[in-house]
């Protein structure tokens, strides 16, 4: 019968120089190392999950912590953690975003080509039908562009972070 071993990635901090790598631990099921050099201490890896966010409104930063508690209940092993915190974006990158989200909607749904194209077909003559159509695309980018400028307000008069879904075209 074969014994498994477990090999685990950890950290390796060079006390001299502070540099760190990630390596294998070099001995057998996080075994105590006979003869370690002294320079070197080992730090098994914690990694909190990655939260959800926005990135219109928040930038995740990363925070990576050294610390002497044992890993696991292993004395010779270290703690090495990495957490995320969520820092709030400033409102101006915010409403920036805003006005970039929205844009983007109403030309990968209605592009500027074809607002162009619809104005001309406005001012040349076309059936009623077609002026209607013509007139809800318009609506809807206007209310779109209505709807940004809303969130902005909440933004800026109430602290509430805005959405970044937009009414689906007609």
Not at 16 to 38: A, C, F, Q, R, S
Not at 55 to 73: I, M, Q
Not at 80 to 109: C, D, M
């Amino acid at each position: 019968m074969r014994i498994k071993t477990v090999i685990m990635k950890v950290l390796k901090l060079y006390k001299d120089t502070g540099k760190t790598e990630t390596v294998n631990y070099p001995g057998k099921d996080l075994g105590i190392l006979i003869g370690l050099d002294e320079n070197i201490e080992y730090y098994g890896i914690v990694e909190n999950k990655r939260p959800n966010y926005e990135p219109n409104t928040h930038r995740l930063k990363l925070v990576e912590v050294l610390s002497d508690d044992a890993y696991e209940g292993k004395s010779h092993i270290k703690t090495f953690t990495k957490s995320y915190e969520l820092e709030q974006l400033p409102n101006e990158i915010i409403i920036e975003n805003l006005s970039n989200s929205v844009g983007e909607h109403i030309e990968s749904n209605y592009p500027n080509w074809k607002q162009n194209k619809h104005s001309l077909e406005l001012q040349t003559g076309t059936t009623q039908e077609r002026i209607e159509y013509i007139t809800s695309l318009f609506n809807w980018a206007q209310r779109c562009r209505t709807e940004r400028d809303l969130k902005q307000s909440e933004l800026l008069n109430k602290n509430i972070l805005p959405t970044f879904d937009w009414e689906l075209i007609p």
